[in-house]
Nanobody, 128 residues
Framework: EVQLVESGGGLVQAGGSLRLSCAASGFTFDDYTIGWFRQAPGKEREWVACIGISFGSTNYAASVKGRFTISSDNAKNTVALQMNNLKPEDTAVYYC?????????????????????WGQGTQVAVSS
């Protein structure tokens, strides 16, 4: 059974940092692209970043580039999203998702419909 479990969310002041983690199981980790998305209340789900596990390729949304870093620990089947200099507009539920194509991130990685599996999400709240 494929499982993606996010952790690390919480409440932080503007300018602070959080590190989210996505623990994956039930599939061959190296064959996949892992993406992070977020959804704020009343808004559509928004792509944040992706990483191609086998190639290590990464890509970021313009709104987070330079502040967020995505990385993977292939030995532990986990993907982390380090979020620095957080802003109130980063407040959202953050989801990790898995795309069965190892090339997904090289082609952009932002297409919601490319992802086959989703986690339950973790809440991030940034106060001003």
């Amino acid at each position: 059974e494929v499982q993606l479990v996010e952790s690390g969310g919480g409440l932080v002041q503007a300018g602070g940092s959080l590190r989210l983690s996505c623990a994956a199981s039930g599939f061959t980790f190296d064959d996949y692209t892992i993406g992070w998305f977020r959804q704020a209340p009343g808004k559509e789900r928004e792509w944040v970043a992706c990483i191609g596990i086998s190639f290590g390729s990464t890509n970021y949304a313009a709104s987070v580039k330079g502040r967020f870093t995505i990385s993977s620990d292939n030995a532990k089947n986990t993907v982390a999203l380090q979020m620095n200099n957080l802003k109130p507009e980063d407040t959202a539920v953050y989801y990790c998702a898995a795309d069965r194509s190892r090339f997904g991130c090289q082609y952009g990685g932002s297409n919601f419909w490319s992802y086959d599996y989703w986690g339950q999400g973790t809440q991030v709240a940034v106060s001003s």
